[in-house]
């Protein structure tokens, strides 16, 4: 779509309510998973597969989604996801059985892996790499927020009222209205290349290696990181991962350009943004069991409470992607790491006997603001200087680093809050587990900010790369090209 086509802002609130929906209904789930868990009769650990059904496929196919979309057109890629999710939470809000709303989920994860990749790189093809494609990747960005906090603001009384069905009846609507807009507003792009190949055997071991490492990520807390379950599936997923690299460097017409493994600023960035998905789930995670668990809030008052940090994390978003036009993304995403691990350290003082304002507000304050920069920031220098033909997997690539590192956050935070759960009486050996989980949070936080401040080109470099070369980065740009 040219950068002079009108339509594009109007394109992008499109691709926005896309994100939207997909954040809101992975929140409003988390607020109802005891409610879900009650209504099918589900054990805990049944219930954690009501997340982790979605999570495995959704991580595991990401890649796969985003070169399909580059190949087959990415307007009807996202099209077919958001048809695909649509169905599947139907089918989740009618889930007669726990066997039934986990099978539905795993589709909704497949749908959400088309979805996601596609609408990234249809932002990135409709807007020309600078200014305004930072100034787009902000509001996406944004979007996120937006869906957490209307998430923490309906998903209480939406449950209590009509019932946890509900939570997944109100993605059809939107779905549906998505699905009448998109042919509006959107245009067919592709890739032009000729080698027209999904690489079904590259394709096969890095999806297999992604479902191998979330799978063992997930388990890990109830399984122990040290079992030979866990560790037997980590080794699976590294030797997975090195065939598919063989595969790839041999390849004609490979799923993944090895090219976009060696840029430095692509790789750091998706890094950077791997360990802020970490920090940020796992700080929410603890975040609400502390909440629940400890202060007794219902998920009503919890998610009041906690709105303002979805809020700090779109204005943070906002003033990122004006920082990073002036500044370069390096700067922005350490900043963002500092204030999302100073938070976490605020945190990590919780006591039993905590207040709101008190104890909670003061972290919220910090982390929002980092999340939302540090998000921007890491897109924004993951995807800079990507061929037009690649933007599908690099978007891709850049919704796994988060939603991975999501995973893995959350099962780091597990693990140590379960092994500095101790003390006298429940809430106060919960509470040291919270504590140490905080703790947790602000370790990955911390080793984000060397990834960045190591990885990421200062801005000078990043001009230096252009005035030499005509070109952004060590990925090749090449003009855009779209297919009405």
Request: glycine share 12%; with cysteine.
């Amino acid at each position: 779509m040219p950068a002079t086509d009108s339509r594009r802002w109007y394109a992008l609130g499109l691709l926005c309510v896309a994100g939207f929906m997909v954040i809101l209904d992975a929140q409003i789930v988390l607020l109802a998973l005891p409610s879900v868990a009650d209504g099918l009769g589900l054990s805990a650990d049944g219930a954690q597969w009501v997340m982790s059904a979605y999570l495995l496929s959704f991580g595991g196919l990401l890649l796969l989604g985003g070169r399909t979309a580059d190949l087959l057109g990415r307007r009807r890629v996202f099209m077919t996801g958001t048809l695909l999710f649509g169905l599947s939470s139907l089918l989740c809000g009618l889930a007669w059985t726990a066997g039934v709303l986990v099978a539905a989920r795993a589709v909704q994860g497949v749908s959400a892996a088309l979805m996601a990749p596609s609408a990234l790189s249809l932002l990135v093809s409709t807007f020309e790499e600078g200014h305004e494609r930072n100034k787009a990747l902000a509001i996406w960005s944004g979007s996120g927020g937006f869906g957490a906090t209307a998430a923490l603001l309906i998903g209480g009384p939406l449950t209590d009222a009509l019932g946890w069905q509900w939570v997944f009846f109100l993605n059809v609507p939107v779905a549906a209205a998505l699905l009448a807009l998109t042919p509006l507003l959107l245009r067919e792009s592709r890739t032009e290349s000729r080698a027209r190949s999904f690489d079904p055997a590259g394709a096969l071991a890095v999806t297999a290696a992604l479902v191998a490492c979330v799978y063992a990520v997930v388990d890990a807390p109830r399984a122990g990181w040290l079992s030979a379950r866990t560790t037997g599936l980590l080794v699976a997923s590294v030797l997975l991962a090195m065939v598919f690299i063989r595969i790839e460097s041999r390849a004609t017409a490979p799923l993944v350009p090895l090219r976009l493994l060696r840029a430095r600023t692509v790789s750091g960035g998706n890094l950077v943004v791997f360990l802020l998905g970490a920090s940020a789930f796992g700080m929410s995670y603890t975040l609400s069991q502390y909440g629940q668990g400890v202060l007794g809030y219902s998920p009503l008052r919890f998610g009041l409470c906690n709105v303002v940090m979805p809020v700090g994390a779109v204005a943070g978003s906002s003033v990122g992607q004006a920082l990073v036009t002036r500044l370069g993304a390096r700067p922005v995403a350490a900043g963002g790491l500092a204030l999302v691990g100073a938070g976490s350290a605020l945190l990590a003082r919780v006591p039993v006997d905590g207040g709101f304002a008190r104890d909670l507000l003061p972290g919220l304050l910090l982390f929002g603001p980092g999340l939302g920069a540090c998000a921007v920031a890491g897109a924004i220098a993951a995807l800079t200087g990507v061929r037009e033909e690649d933007s599908g997997v690099a978007s891709g690539i850049n919704t796994a680093a988060f939603q991975i590192g999501g995973a893995f956050g959350v099962a780091v935070v597990t693990s140590v809050a379960l092994s500095w759960t101790n003390g006298p009486g429940r809430l106060a050996a919960l509470t040291t587990g919270y504590r140490a989980g905080f703790a947790a949070c602000v370790v990955l936080a911390a080793t984000g900010l060397v990834c960045a401040l190591l990885l990421l080109r200062r801005s000078s470099e990043q001009k230096s790369a252009r005035d030499s070369s005509g070109r952004p980065d060590t990925v090749a740009a090449t003009p855009r090209r779209t297919r009405s």
